[in-house]
Structure formats: C-alpha cells, structure tokens
C-alpha cells in the first residue's frame, strides 16, 4: 500500500524540497497551503511532483477547516502516515520588539503555533483511530529561532519555542502507540523567504557565522525528513534534530 505524506507549505521552499524527496521514495505526496490552487508556485510543484501529487488550498489559521482538509486527503489518496508540519510565517516587520503589535503577534503565533498544533491533533487523532500498517510519523519544522534569540522578530521566537515544546507533547502522548514524533530545526536556508536577507547572510556567514561556511538548501532538511516518514529513526521518537551546519552550537 502506498504510504501518504502531508506536508503543509509544500509547494515551495523546505516542503517542496521535502515533497520531492518523500515522493521520490515512493509516498504519495498531498500538498497544502493558502495559496490559491491556480497560483504559479503550486502548478510548478505539481508538474515537478508529478502524478502522485495532490494540492489542498487551506488557511491554517482556520482551524475549523481542518477535519475537512484530511477528510479530502483521505478520500483521493488514503490515511495520512507522515505528516509534515512545514508551513510557517515570518514576522511581519522586523523591528524592535518594543514596538511589537498585537496583530502581527496573533498572526504569526495564529499559523505557526495554533494551526500547527491543531492539524496536528486532527491528524494523530485518525493515526490513533485506525489500526496500525505502516510506520507513522509527525515532524514539526520549526527553526533554530527556537533557542536561539533575535530580538528583532520575537513573535517568530515565540512562535518556534512554543512549537519545540509541542513537539515534545505529541512525541510523549503518541509514543506508545509507535507513532514518531521529531521537530527539525534549520538554519539559514536559501529559500525564497530568505531572499531579502541574502546579502546580509552572505557576508555574515562568510565571516564564519555558519560552521560549514554555506547556505543550507531545503534538501538538507529533506534528507532527514526521509529515514524519519520510512521509521529508520523510530525509536529516536522525540528528538529535536538541528539542520544548521553547526550555527547553534554556543561557541566562545
């Protein structure tokens, strides 16, 4: 049977580089983010994905719509065996946190933490609801932000250190039915949320903020997504693996 892999903003960036590496596995691939079906980053993943790929339109924040999304997914692929909780928002301005207001806040914590969370309670309450086949996992992607302070975007702070600590909650409520539960933290990843900084890390990472002296690309994160959805890392359940080319090691 064909397993099936959610991965929310897939269709570009770390999920898409994700999808393509879960689908070359042999997962069936089901895509979901609020951009319109039509627009051109979702028809370019789909062509990249190929056939085995579906595309879902679905606003996180609207936490309401969840049951209907993995309803769909259901209906056209089968249960859900790997979720990856991909989709995420930066600040709206970077600015002193001093200055922070409310809605940008609520919005950022609105996608990547209350959606976030609560996909992920629909999804391991189907896990829980059918026998167990084939390996189940859920990975959280959140980001190095998560221990690792700028003072300039708090709400982005905020909203990863609260996903690190949901991951922890799911991998200890869903581990004695052998589901595994891991948070992916990456780095400075060149991606198309990144390109407004390109310059600034260009430099920075030349003058050895990155110990591996690069960018990191999303099928750095793809390639330890894999052996987590195949169930190679089962009994690791709970892990949170930093991607960063050693950016978060405390250095002196």
Not at 27 to 41: G, K, M, N, W, Y
Not at 225 to 235: C, D, N
Not at 238 to 251: E, F, K, N, T
Request: proline content about 5%.
């Amino acid at each position: 049977m064909t397993r099936v892999a959610l991965i929310t903003g897939g269709q570009r960036g770390i999920g898409l580089g994700i999808a393509e590496t879960l689908a070359r596995a042999g997962f069936a691939v089901a895509l979901a983010s609020r951009s319109p079906a039509e627009h051109a980053d979702v028809q370019a993943a789909l062509e990249r994905l190929g056939p085995g790929a579906r595309y879902y339109a679905h606003d996180l924040q609207a936490i309401e719509g969840h049951a209907g999304l993995i309803d769909r997914i259901e209906a056209d692929l089968g249960p859900v065996d790997c979720l990856v909780s991909n989709a995420g928002v930066p600040a709206k301005a970077r600015g002193d946190m001093l200055d922070l207001a409310p809605d940008s806040f609520d919005f950022v914590l609105g996608v990547n933490l209350r959606g976030a969370f609560f996909l992920a309670q629909e999804v391991a309450r189907r896990m829980l609801a059918r026998p167990a086949g084939a390996y189940r996992s859920i990975s959280f992607v959140t980001s190095v932000s998560a221990e690792m302070v700028s003072v300039e975007r708090a709400e982005y702070c905020i909203s990863k250190a609260g996903a690190a600590m949901m991951s922890e909650l799911f991998a200890v409520r869903l581990a004695p039915h052998g589901i595994g539960v891991f948070e992916i933290r990456p780095g400075i990843i060149e991606t198309g949320m990144t390109a407004g900084v390109k310059d600034k890390y260009d430099s920075r990472i030349e003058g050895g903020l990155v110990p591996a002296a690069r960018w990191g690309r999303p099928e750095d994160i793809a390639e330890v997504v894999l052996p987590i959805a195949e169930g190679r890392m089962a009994f690791a359940t709970g892990s949170a693996i930093r991607v960063d080319g050693g950016l978060s090691i405390p250095r002196l």
